[in-house]
């Protein structure tokens, strides 16, 4: 991928991660209670984290083949997600699979600027450490 290429997926990301989570904070009352649903169920009520990758993909016009290969090309390093639906035709393929790598580094990056946005507002949950007194 060439450098410009990496600036434009790197704004999109930090771009989605920004959107999504405060999206989360509003929905969900708070950080913490977003970071818990989230990592209970990313397709739960007030999460729906495969509607906003579909809505975020049609905003920045990801929607076609070049689209796809433009964000599996950034992500050419990650393993492949589970969640991938590969049948059909090869740009359902593709839109499939690069919409799933997507949303999974989506959804790790969200629970790690929820995770920090709770423990600012002194929200987090305690570590084991502290309760224990350790």
Aim: net charge negative; proline share 5%.
């Amino acid at each position: 991928m060439d450098l410009h290429q990496r600036q434009q997926f790197d704004f999109l990301f930090a771009t989605a991660v920004e959107r999504y989570t405060e999206r989360l904070e509003q929905r969900n009352e708070g950080a913490a209670q977003a970071l818990e649903r989230l990592r209970r169920d990313p397709e739960g009520p007030g999460i729906w984290l495969s509607e906003f990758v579909d809505a975020l993909f049609e905003e920045f016009l990801l929607g076609d083949p070049a689209g796809a290969a433009f964000v599996l090309q950034a992500l050419e390093r990650r393993p492949l997600p589970a969640q991938a639906e590969l049948g059909g035709t090869v740009r359902s393929a593709l839109s499939g699979l690069a919409r799933a790598a997507f949303s999974e580094l989506l959804r790790a990056k969200a629970e790690e600027a929820l995770e920090q946005r709770a423990a600012f507002a002194g929200t987090a949950p305690e570590p084991e450490m502290q309760r224990a007194g350790l």
